[in-house]
């Protein structure tokens, strides 16, 4: 169980994430000014330090409660990755500048420190901190595509469209609309909306090498994006879905095959997750 995971049933990381990209800016840019410009390190360089402090503690938490979200509902590995780039380039600046910190404001410090270790400090301060903003602004990209690429492509595609007309599906048949794919929303009568395509994984729920947490997140709803944030394009998930498509959203089908309750495919059920084969293959 994740430490830094929900406060009061909601997810810590959108929370925590923009802590981080005001502090860390924020001390990046105060070092930069503080580097060039010498006579507000009296006045400044202690307000700058508590930013800098802060930076790693709130880019950890970042990334543990990020952990935590991606458990849920999925998270894109270059998010991940770039989130913990973060983590390290601000841990990095910190004792960096927590050094030069030292330095500036005792003189037996600086008079005891070697003159090349003060030249070192001087270089990297600057260099840490354009990287620390560079790579903040890199991974508040990354999250936000994540979460609303999808959502404004499908909101325009909406607009331009208009209203389907409404119509009652025929004797014997089920429309694959939204609201009946609201009607299945738990563990034992899950459907799901994945690109436009509904999927039927009440079968799936237990059987997910995630755990059943993964797949009963997304029954009921739109799970375009917990599926493409953690698999993307990789064939062996996708081919795993295909295999519980009931049609695509919109379209009618029998009452009969709605009421099925599709069967995992067997690769789902060996040792080796299909999910963990399918990166693996690609991998190779």
Not at 64 to 74: D, Y
Not at 101 to 118: M, W, Y
Not at 139 to 164: C, D, F, M, N
């Amino acid at each position: 169980m994740w430490m830094f995971d929900l406060i009061t049933g909601l997810p810590i990381h959108p929370l925590i994430s923009h802590a981080v990209v005001v502090v860390v800016p924020l001390a990046a840019i105060g070092a930069l000014i503080l580097t060039f410009v010498a006579k507000w390190r009296s006045t400044y360089l202690p307000l700058v330090y508590i930013a800098v402090l802060l930076s790693p503690i709130t880019a950890f938490i970042a990334t543990q409660s990020g952990e935590a979200l991606s458990e849920r509902v999925g998270l894109p590995k270059s998010h991940s990755t770039l989130g913990e780039r973060l983590a390290l380039v601000v841990l990095a600046f910190a004792i960096i500048f927590s050094i030069w910190f030292a330095i500036e404001k005792s003189d037996r410090v600086r008079t005891k420190s070697p003159k090349l270790l003060q030249q070192v400090v001087k270089v990297f301060v600057p260099l840490l901190a354009i990287t620390s903003l560079v790579l903040t602004v890199l991974v508040g990209h990354s999250g936000a595509e994540a979460t609303w690429k999808y959502r404004i492509t499908q909101a325009e595609v909406s607009a331009l469209e208009g209203p389907a007309p409404s119509a009652s599906a025929p004797a014997g048949t089920i429309n694959l609309s939204t609201a009946e794919v609201k009607r299945h929303n738990t563990k034992t009568d899950c459907w799901s909306i994945v690109n436009g395509k509904v999927y039927n994984l009440t079968s799936y729920v237990q059987n997910h090498p995630g755990g059943a947490a993964v797949i009963s997140n997304i029954c009921g709803k739109d799970g375009t994006n917990s599926f493409t944030n953690q698999h993307n394009t990789q064939s062996k998930p996708n081919s795993v879905l295909s295999g519980f498509l009931l049609g695509s959203l919109g379209a009618s089908i029998t009452k009969e095959a709605g009421q099925q309750v599709i069967a995992p495919p067997a690769s789902s059920n060996n040792g080796e997750s299909g999910e963990e084969s399918g990166e693996e293959s690609e991998k190779d």
